[in-house]
Structures are given as C-alpha cells and as structure tokens.
C-alpha cells in the first residue's frame, strides 16, 4: 500500500533517492510531449498510420505528460490538498471539449471506434485517484481503487497507463520506489506492448537526464489545455481540405 503519513514514510522509504526538476525543465517536458504527440495524431489522422517514424516519436507523449502531472500534482499537494481539483476541473473540461473533435478525426480516417477516451482523461482518472487517496481512510483508499478499476477501460493506455501515473505519483509524493519499480515498470512493460515497441522507456531516463538538467524555458500557464483541443481542431481542417 502507499505511505500516508510522514512517519511512515520516514520508516519505509528512508536514504530513499528523491528527484527534483525545475520549472524551465518541466516547461521543455510539456513541450516536448506535445510535439511528440502531434507527431502520433499527424501519423494516425493524415497518413493512416504509414509513418513508422512518427508513431514511434509518439509514444514518448503520454508516459512523459504523465510524469510531468504527477509530479506538479505530488509537489503542490504538500501544502494544498485543493490543487486535484482544479487540475481535474480543467482536464475534464477540455477533454469533455476535444470529444467530437476525435469523433470527427476518427470517422474521417476510417476508424470506427469511439473509446478509449481521449489522453486527458486518462490523465484526469489518476489525479481524481490521487485526490482520493488523499483522503487517508480506509472508504477513500477503496473509493481511489474502485474508481481505477471501474475507469480503466473507457481511457487510452488503459489500466496500464493509469497504473503507470499513480506509481509515478507514489514515488514523487511518498518516495515509494517499492510500488514504482513493482508496479510501474511492469506497467511500462504492458504500455510497450500496447504500442508494439519499446519506445515509451525513454521516458524515464529523458525525465532522469531533465532532473540533472536546469533548462530556462518560459512558463505560459494552463496552454496545454487549449492546445490539445486546438491541434486536434487544426488536423481536422487539415483532414477535411485533403479529402475534398
């Protein structure tokens, strides 16, 4: 189970090795996440999954969006519990937002399937799992594992994906390296297989090398969310213009 108390925590996971990345570090992460990612939508949505090169770039997206979440998620609930759900608001606001658009994209490529749900919401599972957990009783650790169980399979990655983040998570809040590198790296392992490669295991070493790393990278605050949308939007106009 995950240490809920700095007791705890100091007698389960003490000399523990702890990682601390700074804001110009994790500005360059989100940046270089979401060009990752359009990489993967221009493959799947404009080439019909024919650019090998581009699919592959992709898969370092979500595993490294996912990281960078966890960690602000981990760094600011030290000293406001709050922050979850105004994170969570906004995810599935503009989640809620992107859904015809994929729709839309899905449909015009030939792709017939309406779930998984978009990544923001895969994204909004673990920290709704997180504020849970935070909770500290018995009814909010049950409520945080029966709502990842119940979410898994309407969101991309799956339970894999949502198990990756909340290891992640543990590691960054608690120091638990015990749960990351037991249910973290196996997680990883099934993302991999997912994707048919091995390319979402550079994201753990890209986020280690950015810990040693202090980049200065300017911070537009909360762009990502408009962002996502927005491209999708763009690939659809692209999409549409094509095909006419």
């Not at 108390?5 to 110009?24: C, E, K, M, R």
């Not at 809620?96 to 919401?121: D, H, M």
């Not at 809040?173 to 994707?195: E, H, S, T």
């Not at 969310?225 to 690939?235: A, D, E, F, Q």
């Amino acid at each position: 189970m995950l240490s809920t108390t700095n007791s705890q925590n100091a007698s389960l996971f003490v000399d523990l090795p702890s990682i601390s990345i700074s804001s110009g570090s994790l500005e360059f992460l989100k940046w270089f996440a979401f060009l990752a990612m359009i990489a993967d939508h221009v493959d799947v949505f404009l080439f019909n999954r024919q650019m090998l090169f581009l699919y592959e770039i992709g898969r370092l997206a979500m595993p490294i969006f996912m990281m960078v979440l966890v960690y602000n998620l981990a760094q600011s609930a030290i000293d406001n519990h709050q922050s979850y759900w105004r994170v969570a608001r906004r995810l599935f606001v503009y989640g809620l937002i992107s859904i015809p658009i994929i729709y839309l994209l899905r449909q015009n490529a030939g792709l017939s399937e309406t779930f998984p749900l978009n990544i923001l919401f895969t994204l909004l599972v673990v920290t709704l799992f997180c504020q849970l957990w935070e909770g500290g009783t018995t009814q909010d650790y049950t409520l945080a594992i029966l709502f990842l169980l119940a979410s898994g399979i309407f969101v991309e990655y799956f339970w894999p994906g949502l198990l990756f983040g909340v290891s992640v998570w543990a590691y960054f809040r608690y120091r638990n390296w015990y749960f990351f590198l037991g249910v973290g790296i196996p997680a990883q392992g099934l993302i991999c297989l997912l994707n048919g490669n091995l390319w979402a295991i550079a994201s753990i070493p890209i986020i280690l090398v950015l810990s040693k790393i202090r980049i200065k990278f300017p911070r537009l605050r909360h762009i990502f969310y408009v962002l996502y949308p927005l491209h999708l939007g763009l690939l659809l106009a692209v999409q549409l213009l094509i095909q006419n």
